[in-house]
């Protein structure tokens, strides 16, 4: 178990590392927990014991981005800082050599989303749905993000899902290949299991070089746009539309 209770990591058969997103109601993402996450994917990618990663939640809700009512208060400092967490928490998972598997219980909607779409392989439950929010609530894409969005999703969900905010059902992920199995409820930790204990024990290093070779370009430029200061962006990430457009989401 890690020290931060927003994740709860067990080992299972096969090598198999299960980090199970553990921050009721709704897995909200702070600065605080990606970067504790992006630690986390690191240590169990240099893991010799791990042969690969299941993503679960403990919440009924696979994870739903911010807390709107939260981030209507970030300052320069607290914009920087989930920016920086969001590049390196999904960076770490794109980019992890070891085969990643996300175990979809619910929504996984703007900011978790990138749990799913930064994972090798995807299951999902019937109930589950898919959305990337940003719009909506007057953001745009930090670099991390955006550039794994782009590489994952073809032309056409990039639009549907980024231009109009709406989420898409599993069904309509499925059918996208956004996710690849909808599994029912009752089993999806069983068959996310399973899935990942086969995935382990593909050669590793063939394993990790084929991902690089998928997705090295991608990384290079997440990682270079890091280097030239993305994860602090001029003027902050949030602009004058930001906080009404939040605060019209909530209802206020």
Not at 77 to 102: D, M, S, W, Y
Not at 214 to 232: C, F, H, K, P, S
Request: charged share 20%; net charge negative; with cysteine.
């Amino acid at each position: 178990m890690t020290e931060d209770t927003s994740f709860i990591v067990c080992e299972h058969p096969g090598g198999v590392a299960c980090i199970t997103l553990n921050a009721p109601p709704v897995n909200a993402l702070t600065a605080g927990n990606l970067m504790d996450f992006a630690g986390l994917i690191e240590r169990l990618e240099v893991d010799d014991a791990v042969r690969a990663i299941v993503i679960a939640s403990s919440c009924k809700v696979f994870s739903a981005g911010l807390n709107l009512k939260q981030a209507q208060a970030f300052g320069l400092a607290e914009q920087h800082a989930i920016v920086k967490g969001l590049n390196l928490g999904f960076l770490a998972l794109f980019k992890c050599r070891k085969p990643t598997l996300a175990a979809v219980n619910g929504a996984a909607i703007a900011g978790g989303l990138f749990y799913v779409l930064a994972s090798d392989v995807r299951l999902a439950v019937p109930k589950a749905s898919f959305g990337l929010a940003e719009v909506r609530v007057g953001a745009d894409f930090p670099l991390g993000p955006l550039e794994i969005a782009r590489a994952v999703l073809s032309p056409n969900d990039l639009r549907r899902l980024m231009l109009t905010g709406q989420p898409m059902s599993a069904d309509d992920a499925k059918i996208s290949g956004i996710v690849d199995k909808i599994v029912p409820a009752d089993t999806l930790l069983q068959d996310a299991l399973a899935e990942a204990a086969a995935l382990g024990q593909i050669p590793p290093n063939t394993y990790a070089s084929v991902k690089l070779q998928i997705r090295g370009d991608v990384i290079d430029r997440i990682e270079a746009g890091i280097a030239a200061g993305a994860n602090a962006p001029e003027g902050g990430w949030f602009t004058d539309e930001t906080v009404p457009a939040m605060r019209s989401m909530l209802g206020g």
